[in-house]
């Protein structure tokens, strides 16, 4: 078994890490923070905006402030981390402040594509009301009302 992982943190349009050896990752994704050694077995999750800490060969921890992503381990020695978004640094709080930005945009987001979802409805719910409620000139309920009532009067 290899006493090492291999590490690689890339962007859409950066790699930040590239092949790495680290002795040890910390992550977290929705169920909760979870860490790999070597020898970890084959591994996909979809991790949330956080803060990903890793361990070098020289005991020392690095970090990354991550936008979400997929984090992936192969073969027990390589693990790549692919993201939205991504900060290097040694300064834990300031990595957690940003962590923290990233969460608030990630909300922010999410609550205007339900206020869109619910507007986009409630038109739709209205288009369909218009065209289904009877008894009103130039929809398609008052097609059927004014032919019940034409045939009514002939039967008379």
């Known amino acids: 078994m290899s006493r090492a992982l291999t590490l690689t943190i890339t962007t859409p349009t950066r790699v930040l890490v590239a092949g790495l050896e680290?002795?040890?990752v910390r992550a977290e994704d929705e169920s909760g923070s979870f860490g790999l050694?070597?020898?970890?077995?084959d591994f996909l999750t979809v991790l949330p905006?956080?803060?990903l800490r890793w361990r070098t060969a020289d005991d020392v921890t690095h970090y990354c402030a991550q936008g979400g992503g997929l984090l992936t381990v192969e073969g027990g020695t390589?693990?790549?981390v692919a993201c939205r978004q991504g900060t290097l640094g040694d300064d834990l709080a300031r990595l957690e402040e940003e962590v923290e930005r990233l969460r608030a945009a990630e909300t922010d987001i999410a609550r205007k594509a339900r206020v869109e979802q619910m507007r986009l409805h409630?038109?739709?719910v209205r288009q369909l009301m218009r065209f289904l409620r009877p008894a009103r000139p130039g929809t398609f309920g008052?097609?059927?009302a004014e032919a019940a009532?034409?045939?009514a009067d002939e039967v008379a």
């Not at 050694?37 to 077995?41: D, N, S, V």
């Open 49 to 51: 905006a956080s803060v």
């Open 122 to 124: 409630a038109n739709a």
């Open 22 to 24: 680290v002795r040890a």
């Open 142 to 144: 008052a097609v059927g």
């Open 37 to 41: 050694l070597p020898g970890h077995t």
């Open 78 to 80: 390589r693990v790549a």
């Open 149 to 151: 009532t034409t045939d």
